[in-house]
T-cell receptor, first 114, second 113 residues
């Protein structure tokens, strides 16, 4: 079974530029998550989708971050404009959406903002 | 936001030694999980704990869900070089369809062959 796919794996941009990340979850997984992992810290949830609806986006900086999962399958996360403090690994995870369901993580996209 | 206190921050041990790490929270979680993250990869689930007081093993790994539901520990016995990595605890407070995980800052484990 294929795992969670993310692209690109690495991205370097200058501050104030825009960037987008893509995630393709495990087939059949209803729930998709985006996490931000700053160096030396654990992942922090940015947004959770259940199918194409948002369940939790309380920690998403909505003035610059946006995410969508229009068809309930793959998802994109965008940052516009980027700040230096956005440098981090952005992890996508998916799960079946049932109770006690394991979240499977992708390899992440490492973003460096200069 | 919610913080989990994970300790120690790092450990350097000899192959064959046992290691223990723990996690505490100021509030209650319904589920405690332990993940391992290798460089350039996402976290991988090692053990999930669903009941207060539960003690669960997975090979050389043993984890416990604290009675107060505010803490958990992970033990690794007879460490081997491939145990190297960053170990994260995570708490989950399930409500409806919200499965948000709150992670600790991680324990970096180095095993000297």
């Amino acid at each position: 079974e294929a795992g969670v796919a993310q692209s690109p794996r690495y991205k370097i941009i200058e501050k104030r530029q825009s960037v987008a990340f893509w995630c393709n979850p495990i087939s059949g997984h209803a729930t998709l998550y985006w996490y931000q992992q700053i160096l030396g810290q654990g992942p922090k949830l940015l947004i959770q989708f259940q199918n194409n609806g948002v369940v939790d986006d309380s920690q998403l900086p909505k003035d610059r971050f946006s995410a969508e999962r229009l068809k309930g399958v793959d998802s994109t996360l965008k940052i516009q404009p980027a700040k230096l403090e956005d440098s981090a690994v952005y992890l996508c995870a998916s799960s079946t959406g049932l109770s006690n369901n394991e979240q499977f993580f992708g390899p992440g996209t490492r973003l460096t903002v200069l | 936001g919610q913080q989990l206190n994970q300790s120690p921050q790092s450990m350097f041990i000899q192959e064959g030694e046992d290691v223990s790490m723990n996690c505490t929270s100021s509030s209650i979680f319904n589920t405690w999980l332990w993940y391992k993250q290798d460089p350039g990869e996402g976290p991988v689930l090692l053990i999930a704990l669903y009941k207060a007081g539960e003690l669960t093993s997975n090979g050389r790994l043993t984890a416990q869900f604290g009675i107060t539901r505010k803490d958990s520990f992970l033990n690794i016995s007879a460490s081997i070089p491939s145990d190297v990595g960053i170990y994260f605890c995570a708490g989950q407070r399930s409500g409806g369809s919200n499965y948000k995980l709150t992670f600790g800052k991680g324990t970096l484990l180095t095993v000297n062959p």
